[in-house]
C-alpha cells in the first residue's frame, strides 16, 4: 500500500484530525517515508482528499459520492471539461473531476453539455488517481419541465423534421402532426419534447415561431434565443424610463465648468464615462496630477426594486453582437438622460483622484454631481489628435483637455508597469455588418494609446470605489479573478518544456511572472501560442461579495463603478456609494444588501451567457461569410488538439475551425497529452499546437456556424511515439476513436 492509501487508511480509521507528528508515530514512519510525509500530506491537500483543521491537523476532506450533481465550469488546457459539486461544503476546494472523452458531444442517451450547464453524473478514480466523470442525465436550462431547443423547419411528404441550430445535438427532431400545418420550411422555430414517444426519433412540439431560418440576422436571432437572452422590456419598464425627468441640479456638485470629455469606440452609442485631467497645484505634489471620472448617475433613474431595476437586474449586462446591441436598459435611458453627450447636462457620480509624479494615488474623494460634456471623442480622433493630426472637433480641447489627460497617464503608466498586471497580448477582431445583415469585413481592432489611457483611469476608479465601500465597511459586490490552478499551470510547464521553454512548477504563479514569458516571446514563432496558453491558464473572473482580489489587474480590491448603462454590478455598486457616503435617500436598500452574494452569482451567470451568444453569432456570421470559400485554402494556426483532430485560428480572420483526424491523411495518429500533440504511429510526423498549417475548407455552416477543414501542410518530422503512447492511437477513418483513457495525474 502506498504512502498516501495509508494516511487516508488511517485518518478514515481514527475519524479525528491528526498532525504530521501523529500520523509519521501511527503509521511508524521511519527513513525516508517520514522525509516524504510532508509532501505527500501536501500533494493530498491540493487535490483535495484532506483538509486542514486549525492549520497544524489534517482530516479527510468532505467525500464525494458515487453519483451527484454538477456543475461544468471550465475547460482544461486539452478543452476537456471539468465539473465540480453543486452541493460542495468542505473548506477546501473540491478535487479536479475531469468528463470522461465523448460524453461532451451527447450520446443516445443523453443530450451535448458545455459550460455553465449542470448534469448528474457518475464517477470513478482512473488508475492515477484522478475523477473521470460519465453524464447519467443533463439538466435543462432554467426550471423548464421539459427542454427548449431551436431548430429549422423541414418539411417532407410525410413528416416535419425539426434540423437542431446547435452543433451539440446530432440528431433531428420530427414535429407532433398537430403542428405540421403552422410552420413553413426554412422557419427558425422554437420545440419542446412531448411524451408521446418513448423510442426512436424524439417527437417535439411547437413553442415559438422566430422567423426565417435564411434571413441575414438569423445568426444573433440563434444565438439570443438559444442562450435564453430575450429583447425588449414590458410595458411597465418602458413607461417608468419614458416618465423620466432631467435630474437637477439640487444638492449635486456643479461640475459643469469643467472640461469633462467622452472618449469612446467610433460606433459606441451610449457615453457613460467622462475623464478630465490638470496639473495639481499643490507645492507638496511636484508633478502629481488630479483627475476625475465622471460617470453617468444610472440610479437617479433607476431605483431599487422597480420594474427597471428588476428587469436590469434579470439582464444583467448588455450583449454587443456583430449586428446589434441587446441592452440592459430601455434606450429613452440608455442613449439619452444616462449618456453622457456633449454640451448637455448630465447627472454623474464622479471620483477625483489625486496623484503623484509616479502615478501613485494620495488620495481621492467621491462625489455626485452635474456635469457637462465639452466633447465626444473616437478612440481614433484622439489619437490622431494627439499625433499632431487633430480634426475640428479635437483641436477644441486639444491643450485644455487632451494634452493633460496624456501627461497624467504619462505618471500612471510609471505606477502600473511597477504593479505589472497581466498583459496578455490579444488580436481580436472587428466585424462590419451591413444594414442587410451581410459582413462588410473582418479587420483586426487598433490598439492605440487613447485605448490604454481611458482603460488605466478607470481601472483606477473601480479601485477607489471598492477601497471607499470597504473603508465605510458598507457590502458590496466586488470583481475577483483567482489566480491560476496548480493543474493548469503544471500543464503550462509540460508545454513550455515540448518547446524548449523552462517554467518551474513549484514556483508561485505572478503576472509578473507571465508578463516576462510573454516578452520573451514576442516576435518569435511561439509568441501567439504562448499568449493563447497564458490565456487559457487564466480562471475566469466573477462576481462575488468575497474579496479574493483580482489576479490579473495585480490589484487587492476592485469593483466595477464605471459602466452602470451596461452592467447591473455597477449599478449596485452606485447605490452602495450613495448610501455609504450619504448622497441621498435612493442608495442600497437593507434588502438590496442582504441580496448581494444573490445578485452576484445571478450576473456572473448572465455575463457567461452574453459571452456564449456572442461568440456564437460571430461564429455563425463568419460562418456565412466564408459559405462562398468552400475550396479554398487558408493559413491557420494549430488552436488545440484532441485525440479527435485539430482545432484551427485561421490566420486573416480569427475564424475557429476544425480538422477531424481522419481528415490528417492514412496514417494513425497517436495523442501525445503532454506535448500538445497528434504523432504518427509510423512515421514520427507530427502536428504540435501553435503550428502554422494550411488547411482546406471542406465545409461552412452558417445555421450552426460549423467550420470544417482538411490539412494541406504534411507533419513535422520527429520520433515515433514510444510504447506508452500506443493506447491513444487514432484510427482514420472512425472519428479518431481512442483505446483506454489514459491521464497524468493532476496535482
Not at 489628435?385 to 477644441?396: L, P, Q, R, W
Not at 510609471?414 to 488580436?427: F, M, Q
Request: proline fraction near 4%; aromatic fraction near 6%.
Amino acid at each position: 500500500m502506498s504512502l498516501k492509501q495509508r494516511i487516508l487508511s488511517i485518518l478514515a480509521e481514527q475519524g479525528k484530525p491528526l498532525s504530521k507528528r501523529d500520523l509519521a508515530l501511527d503509521l511508524g514512519l521511519a527513513g525516508q517515508e517520514k522525509l516524504d510525509l510532508k509532501d505527500t500530506l501536501r500533494a493530498l491537500e491540493k487535490s483535495g482528499q484532506i483538509e486542514r483543521k486549525d492549520r497544524r491537523k489534517y482530516t479527510l476532506s468532505g467525500q464525494l459520492p458515487n453519483v451527484f450533481v454538477a456543475e461544468f465550469y471550465d475547460r482544461d488546457l486539452d478543452g476537456e471539461l471539468l465539473a465540480r459539486p453543486v452541493n460542495w461544503d468542505s473548506q477546501t476546494p473540491p478535487p479536479t473531476i475531469i468528463l470522461a472523452p465523448g460524453e461532451a458531444d451527447g450520446s443516445h442517451r443523453t443530450a451535448a453539455i458545455g459550460i455553465g450547464e449542470t448534469a448528474l453524473i457518475r464517477i470513478k478514480r482512473d488508475s492515477d488517481g484522478v475523477f473521470v466523470a460519465r453524464i447519467i442525465k443533463k439538466f435543462a436550462k432554467g426550471a423548464q419541465a421539459s427542454q427548449r431547443q431551436l431548430g429549422v423547419v423541414q418539411k417532407t411528404k410525410n413528416e416535419v423534421k425539426i434540423t437542431p441550430v446547435s452543433r451539440k445535438i446530432r440528431h433531428p427532431f420530427i414535429l407532433r402532426p398537430q403542428d405540421a400545418d403552422k410552420v413553413s420550411d426554412g422557419d427558425l422555430v422554437v420545440v419542446s419534447e412531448t411524451r408521446m414517444r418513448k423510442y426512436g426519433v424524439p417527437l417535439v412540439q411547437l413553442e415559438e415561431k422566430l422567423g426565417d431560418a435564411n434571413e441575414p440576422r438569423a445568426a444573433s436571432m440563434i444565438a439570443l434565443a438559444d442562450h435564453g437572452i430575450n429583447q425588449g422590456f414590458s410595458d411597465e419598464e418602458i413607461a417608468q424610463a419614458e416618465a423620466a425627468k432631467p435630474a437637477p441640479l439640487g444638492t449635486r456638485t456643479d461640475l459643469r465648468a469643467l472640461d469633462l470629455i467622452t472618449i469612446d469606440p467610433d460606433d459606441a452609442r451610449d457615453f457613460d464615462d467622462a475623464v478630465h485631467a490638470c496639473a495639481d497645484t499643490d507645492p507638496q505634489n511636484p508633478g502629481g496630477w488630479i483627475a476625475t471620472v465622471a460617470i453617468a448617475d444610472v440610479s437617479a433613474y433607476v431605483n431599487g426594486d422597480s420594474a427597471l431595476d428588476r428587469g436590469a437586474r434579470k439582464r444583467g449586462n448588455s450583449v454587443y453582437l456583430p449586428d446589434q446591441v441587446v441592452p440592459m436598459l430601455p434606450e429613452r435611458l440608455s442613449n439619452d438622460l444616462c449618456s453622457l453627450r456633449p454640451h448637455e447636462d448630465r447627472a454623474c457620480m464622479a471620483v477625483q483622484m489625486v496623484f503623484d509624479a509616479q502615478g501613485n494615488k494620495r488620495r481621492h474623494k467621491f462625489i455626485r454631481a452635474l456635469m457637462r460634456s465639452s466633447a465626444r471623442l473616437s478612440y481614433s480622433q484622439a489619437q490622431a489628435a494627439i499625433d499632431g493630426k487633430a480634426d475640428e472637433t479635437a483641436a477644441a480641447v486639444l491643450e485644455s483637455v487632451l494634452k493633460p489627460l496624456w501627461a497624467a497617464y504619462g505618471s500612471l503608466k510609471i505606477a502600473r508597469a511597477k504593479r505589472s498586471p497581466l498583459e496578455i497580448e490579444s488580436s481580436e477582431r472587428k466585424i462590419r455588418v451591413n444594414e442587410q445583415g451581410k459582413i462588410t469585413s473582418i479587420t483586426k481592432s487598433e490598439r492605440f494609446d487613447a485605448h490604454r489611457l481611458i482603460e488605466e483611469f478607470m481601472v483606477a476608479a473601480n479601485v477607489c470605489a471598492a477601497q471607499t465601500l470597504e473603508q465605510k465597511t458598507c457590502p458590496l459586490i466586488y470583481r475577483v479573478h483567482d489566480a491560476p490552478s496548480a493543474e493548469k499551470l503544471h500543464a503550462l510547464s509540460d508545454f513550455l518544456r515540448t518547446i524548449g521553454i523552462k517554467w518551474a512548477k513549484g514556483e508561485r504563479a505572478t503576472t509578473k511572472r507571465f508578463n516576462t514569458l510573454i516578452a520573451k516571446s514576442r516576435g518569435g514563432k511561439y509568441a501567439d501560442i504562448i499568449n493563447e496558453m497564458v490565456l487559457r491558464t487564466q480562471m475566469q473572473a466573477i462576481y462575488d461579495t468575497r474579496n479574493i482580489g483580482h489576479f490579473g489587474l495585480n490589484l487587492n480590491e476592485y469593483a466595477h463603478f464605471t459602466s452602470p448603462i451596461r452592467r447591473y454590478a455597477d449599478l449596485t455598486v452606485h447605490r452602495a456609494l450613495i448610501r455609504a457616503c450619504k448622497f441621498g435617500e435612493d442608495g442600497a436598500s437593507n434588502a438590496e444588501q442582504s441580496q448581494l452574494k444573490a445578485i452576484a452569482e445571478e450576473i456572473t451567470g448572465a455575463e457567461r451567457r452574453a459571452m456564449a451568444a456572442e461568440r456564437d453569432a460571430t461564429g455563425r456570421y463568419i460562418a456565412s461569410y466564408l459559405s462562398d470559400q468552400v475550396g479554398v485554402v487558408f493559413g491557420a494556426r494549430i488552436s488545440g488538439v484532441t485525440k479527435f483532430g485539430l482545432f484551427l485560428r485561421l490566420d486573416e480572420t480569427g475564424a475557429d475551425g476544425f480538422i477531424p483526424i481522419r481528415q490528417l491523411g492514412d496514417e494513425y495518429f497517436v495523442h501525445d497529452e503532454k506535448a500538445h500533440a497528434l504523432i504518427g504511429r509510423d512515421s514520427g510526423g507530427r502536428y504540435t499546437l501553435g503550428q502554422s498549417v494550411k488547411a482546406q475548407l471542406l465545409e461552412a455552416t452558417p445555421l450552426t456556424g460549423g467550420l470544417l477543414f482538411e490539412m494541406q501542410t504534411p507533419p513535422t518530422p520527429g520520433t515515433r511515439p514510444g510504447r506508452s503512447h500506443q493506447t491513444r492511437s487514432a484510427k482514420p477513418g472512425k472519428g479518431g476513436k481512442a483505446a483506454k483513457h489514459r491521464r497524468k495525474r493532476r496535482s
